[in-house]
């Protein structure tokens, strides 16, 4: 079993680092043209499992309606029951509804909405840090309704939201309680468990909704333990495909009104006939994690081997993320870099998925992107200039940042040769 405690990860072999990159696809090399490329901006694209995307175009070839009684038509019933198991397996959902949209944002609306609108109180609670489909599910919904949006201010020593902040906001007539798992500028990865506790200990009977889209790619979530109301995740972030966003809902959720269709069962969220391909997605990303899991240990629990696969891909993250940090003999790492400044930079690499916030002092973000895209490396600027981006950077006092996301499927080499080209450019 992998040891999550370890401040500066534990990297992968080289064999099976090399097993990983040959799973997915352009790890190495540019997709569209001849050379090498690193590909560092895995917090707004994702790399793809290469058996997703054969997965996918295998099932959306086949013609056949999923609702008859044929053979095909049960073959592909049986690809959309063993996807939603799989989905269940990534978060632990052993009750409650899915919910299947074309984004993870279209999935935060309707939780956010049904809460809104049918749960008594006066007051929404949520975080400055918020990406804009659930920021402003809950400012919409809360103006909708005629509730006060109270939005939580942000930490930036830590770059994430403190508890007491949260739960300050929170009182006995809060109806909803909306916060993400990890900052996808920062990296800082909130603590759900005990932001769950101490919301809950103030109202017992607070819905809560958390948006995981950031944080599911890279560490292990259970909703089973939070006993939260709603999660979204977006495939495309999780090795998978565009088109697809996902979410649980909790039997008491499930139970508010909603849009849903009369023939269907109470408390289902299926609207329509959703693509098979959509779920043989998530199988295959079931599949890989635990075929890593399977490295480690020897069992034949599908959650189990999950659970050890998602560790080992957070423990060689965080190896790649102090690499980047904290340099070797043959480089030195961004914080010792002259010229180069490390913005939210808290110490404590547990609470941090593989984000990094950066800058070069001669260069703007923006101009500074585009000589690392000259380079052959992409990364992603973060201006408050952005719709995306302003609210989340004013409130840590930040014009913008350079952010570098890499993925589990990089290696040290590739952290290396960013270093090497940030030493140049700065």
Known sequence: MIDT????????SDELQKEVKEKFWHVDKDPLREGRRIFFDNA???????????????????????????????????????????????????????????????????????????????????????????????????????????????????GGVDVDEIVSKIDCNTCLLSFMYASNISGAIFD?????????????????????????????????????????????????????????????????????????????????SPAPSQFIAITEVVNYVCWLGAKSINSTDRRELFVEGMNRIKMHERGLMNRMLNGSDKIEGLRKMKGVDVYLDYPDMTKRDLIIAMGIKRLGFTEAVREYEKRGIIVYERINTSLYSKRMLDSFGMEGCIRVSPLHCNSIEDIDAFLETTKELA
């Open 192 to 272: 759900a468990e005990a932001i769950i506790k101490a919301a809950r200990a103030k109202k017992p009977d607070l819905y809560i909704i958390i948006d995981a889209v950031q944080h599911a790619p890279h560490g292990v979530i259970d909703v089973e333990k939070l006993k939260v109301d709603g999660m979204n995740f977006a495939p495309y972030k999780f090795f998978a495909n565009r088109g697809s966003g996902i979410a649980y809902v909790s039997d008491r959720l499930s139970k508010l009104p909603h849009h849903t269709l009369l023939a269907k069962p109470e408390g289902t969220w299926e609207l329509g």
């Open 44 to 158: 707004g694209g994702a790399f793809r499992l290469k058996s997703v995307v054969e997965s996918i175009a295998r099932i959306d070839a086949i013609p056949d309606c999923p609702e008859r009684a044929h053979a095909t038509a049960r073959y592909l019933q049986k690809v959309q029951a063993d996807g939603e198991k799989d989905i269940r397996i990534i978060l632990n959902a052993k009750d409650g509804s899915l919910l299947t949209t074309l984004t993870a944002s279209q999935a935060m609306f309707e939780m956010v909405g049904a809460v809104a609108e049918n749960v008594p109180g006066t007051n929404i609670v949520s975080t400055v840090l918020e990406h804009p489909s659930a920021y402003d599910a809950a400012f919409y919904y809360a103006k909708k309704t005629g509730k006060e949006f109270r939005p939580v201010k942000t930490n930036p020593v830590t």
């Open 5 to 12: 405690s370890i401040q500066e990860g534990i990297l992968f």
